[in-house]
Nanobody, 114 residues
Framework: QVQLVDSGGGLVQPGGSLRLSCAASGFTFSRSNLHWYRQVPGKERELFAAISSVGDGTNYADSVKGRFTISRDDAKNTVYLQMSSLKPEDTAVYYC???????WGQGTQVTVSS
């Protein structure tokens, strides 16, 4: 089955950390650039992190630069998002996306609140 499965979301206090995972199956994961998006109700889905297919290139939106790190483990067919110094405005549903295959994960909720 061709799919991406997002996991790792939850409730965290401001200033805390969280690691999201996105596990892939059914396609050649290693050939795909991978993206993380997030979305809050009433707003468009926002692309904020990307990693190249060989893992040597990453890009971040200014809103997360220096706080979030995207990485991948092709042996595990998994992309990760390490989030630190979390802020209430980071609250959103987080999605991974494989643009080569136009494939989305189902999303995982991250809530930053005291």
């Amino acid at each position: 089955q061709v799919q991406l499965v997002d996991s790792g979301g939850g409730l965290v206090q401001p200033g805390g950390s969280l690691r999201l995972s996105c596990a892939a199956s059914g396609f050649t994961f290693s050939r795909s650039n991978l993206h993380w998006y997030r979305q809050v109700p009433g707003k468009e889905r926002e692309l904020f992190a990307a990693i190249s297919s060989v893992g040597d290139g990453t890009n971040y939106a200014d809103s997360v630069k220096g706080r979030f790190t995207i990485s991948r483990d092709d042996a595990k067919n998994t992309v990760y998002l390490q989030m630190s110094s979390l802020k209430p405005e980071d609250t959103a549903v987080y999605y991974c996306y494989a643009p080569r295959f136009a494939l989305w994960g189902q999303g995982t909720q991250v809530t930053v609140s005291s």
